[in-house]
């Protein structure tokens, strides 16, 4: 079985620049989540989509990242304009689906952005 | 929302058990607690999870205790790709949340 597939797995750009990360989850997986990880923090939930709407983006940063998810598959996640902040490692996981008793989630590699 | 509390750091010898606590003091009554592990340049992986009641699967063991306000995940016998950050954390409203982790030294 194919694990999550992100890119880039890397990323430096200079601060205001635009960037968008890519996430392809589990096939058949409903839920898809977007996590922003600071160096020597745990994962810190973005948005979480089910299918393709969204059930919680009340973390996301809404005057510089967006998500979208079209035909509840594939996402993206961009950040516009890019502020140093930002600079953490931008994980992608997905599940079967939220509700239920039972949440195993799937990560991604992860993508590293640096902002300069 | 339920809030976990670990230790920074741990150190364990090879081949030697570990037990990694966790307390979760405001979880509530249908709170599911999970334990992820992250090597490395990785992301974190599914180790176990449980409710109530003690739980074993081929990685690890999952004690809980009798007012489910602390957990302690049980590694038999570490080896050195055990080394990793621990998470525990607790499924509150079908999210996970996390803390910031154990790391887990594993000396040869």
């Known amino acids: 079985e194919a694990g999550v597939a992100q890119s880039p797995r890397y990323k430096i750009i200079e601060k205001r620049q635009s960037v968008a990360f890519w996430c392809n989850p589990i096939s058949g997986h409903a839920t898809l989540y977007w996590y922003q990880q600071i160096l020597g923090q745990g994962p810190k939930l973005l948005i979480q989509?089910?299918?393709?709407?969204?059930?919680?983006d009340s973390q996301l940063p809404k005057d510089r990242f967006s998500a979208e998810r079209l035909k509840g598959v594939d996402s993206t996640l961009k950040i516009q304009p890019a502020k140093l902040e930002d600079s953490a490692v931008y994980l992608c996981?997905?599940?079967?689906?939220?509700?239920?008793?039972?949440?195993?989630?799937?990560f991604g590699p992860g993508t590293r952005l640096t902002v300069l | 929302d339920a809030k976990t509390t670990q230790p920074n750091s741990m150190e364990s010898n090879e081949e030697e058990p570990v037990h990694l606590p966790c307390n979760h003091s405001?979880?509530?009554?249908?709170?599911?607690i999970h334990w992820y592990r992250q090597l490395p340049s990785q992301g974190p992986e599914y180790v176990i999870h449980?409710?109530?009641?003690?739980v074993n699967n081929r990685m690890a063991s999952l004690a809980i205790a009798e007012d489910r306000k602390s957990s302690t995940l049980i590694l038999h016998r570490a080896t050195l790709r055990d080394a990793a950050v621990y998470y525990c954390?607790?499924?509150?409203?079908?999210?996970?949340?996390w803390g910031a982790g154990t790391k887990l030294i594993i000396k040869p």
């Open positions: 449980g409710l109530t009641s003690n």
């Open positions: 405001t979880i509530s009554g249908t709170d599911y």
């Open positions: 989509f089910q299918n393709n709407g969204v059930v919680d």
């Open positions: 996981a997905s599940s079967l689906e939220a509700s239920g008793f039972y949440n195993e989630q799937f």
């Open positions: 954390t607790v499924d509150s409203n079908y999210q996970l949340i």
